[in-house]
Nanobody, 123 residues
């Protein structure tokens, strides 16, 4: 089992920034790549970014690449999502997830999930 706890969400004005954190514990965390997903109201959960233990990254479409940066502190078993230039369309519940090492966009590849953190961007 891997336990994941997100933090850092909140309310921010358009153009602002937030940094989300996901603390992992449990089984050997180094065996897992960590991903961020988001789910906006009335929409399906979508992939945002993922990072392997060796810090290789993969992002979703260009709409987030350049605005969002995923990073990882292996000593702290924590993954971060730095979000800049936020827009109201970025409003969603952001969740982190763990998958056996590999770069996957597919939600079905992820075995463990956190409870999510709400990000609201006002116009």
């Amino acid at each position: 089992q891997v336990q994941l706890v997100e933090s850092g969400g909140g309310l921010v004005q358009a153009g602002g920034s937030l940094r989300l954190s996901c603390a992992a514990s449990g089984r050997t965390v180094s065996d897992y790549a960590m991903g961020w997903f988001r789910q906006a109201p009335g929409k399906e959960r979508e992939f945002v970014a993922t990072i392997t233990w060796t810090k290789i990254t993969l992002y979703s479409a260009d709409s987030v690449k350049g605005k969002f940066t995923i990073s990882r502190d292996n000593a702290k078993n924590t993954v971060y999502l730095q979000m800049n230039s936020l827009k109201p369309d970025d409003t969603a519940v952001y969740s982190c997830a763990a998958t056996p090492n590999g770069l996957y966009r597919d939600i079905r590849r992820y075995d463990y999930w956190g409870q999510g953190t709400q990000v609201t961007v006002s116009s």
